[in-house]
């Protein structure tokens, strides 16, 4: 009897005990504040219907006092001019063949269209926006920048064949005419540049290298091999880490190189098909657009070291944006397909 009396008290201190801790440890949780949803890098700002745009888009360019976005509707052989105020088309330039690169230069109020298969190169001007001059490249002109320090505008174009070498235009704006062509080994795709040194960088994608440009000696002075991945589509320059971010596509890759040397720094997975790559200051941030209808983003370290902040998730077919860095908004090209229209998306990267 003394036993079994011994026994029962000896259960009910261990459940006494049991709830204690139970309690201590609800209390401990209670503590510490609920676990909070960080918010995604990029926030749906706006979207900008297009319905009568049809196909691909392809490279954009922004004029900041107008408020006015110019895209490449290249599936619909027009460049759209979008009044960023209203939403609103605010003139189709239509009848193009193939527009690829576009550049608004404020100094000459001008907007450069390249046209991939006419092989050209031509400039509109004024109120509604006229042809105002055009300079004949080789097929394929492609993408373009503009140094503000020279006032010259780069066009990559050629590469198909013997008769089309592959060349970097050098265009002055105040006069608009062909000062040189650049040689290079392919095709060039991206370009990007440094405006403090006037160097000027070249994706050639068939060759796997990255060719340097110096607008002030007007030489070719480098050419970088990559050795990580191969089809370096497009670039982006960093001015405040010297970095060099280029975007492969086999496999897909995002590696950063030295801008100074061309030596190779890092190298991190990227989804496949990457089209566009912009840098943003405020945020020491890099965004890639690809094919694969995400935006890769990667944060930027002050030790220049590099790391992943994940995918966020677009449209099927949207491969090309621009970054407006004064605006902190990435417009996007969202391509018609049979059950959306065309659109632009535009999204914060800074949190509401």
Known sequence: MVMKVIAQATRLMRGRMLGSAASVLVLSLASFPAAQAQPPALQLARTIVLPQVSGKFDHFAFDESGNRLFVAATGNHSVEVIDLNTGKVQQSIAGLGKPHGLAWVAATGSLYVSDGSRAELTAYKGAPLALAGRIALSDDADDMVYDPGSRQLLVGHGGKDAANPAQVAVVYT??????????????????????????????????????????????????????????????????????????????????????????????????????????????????????????????????????????????????????????????????SMADRPAEIRVYSTVAP
């Open 174 to 335: 105040e006069r608009f005419i062909l000062s040189a062509n650049h040689s290079v080994t392919t095709h060039p795709e991206g370009l990007a540049v440094d405006p403090a040194s006037h160097r000027v960088f070249a994706n050639i994608a068939d060759s796997n290298e990255v060719a340097v440009i110096d607008l002030a000696t007007k030489a070719v002075t480098a050419h970088w091999k990559l050795t990580r991945a191969a089809d370096n589509v497009p670039l982006a320059f960093d001015a405040e880490h010297q970095i060099l971010f280029v975007a492969c596509r086999a496999p897909g890759t995002l590696v950063a190189l030295d801008a100074a040397t061309g030596k190779e720094l890092a190298s991190l997975p990227a989804a496949g098909g990457a089209d566009d790559l912009f840098y943003d200051p405020a945020l020491s941030r890099v965004y890639l657009i690809s094919g694969a209808g995400e935006v890769d983003i990667y944060q930027v370290e002050k030790t220049k070291a590099l790391h992943p902040l994940g995918a966020f998730k677009t449209a099927s077919g949207a491969k090309t944006a621009l970054f407006v860095p004064s605006q902190s908004l990435l417009y996007l090209g969202v391509p």
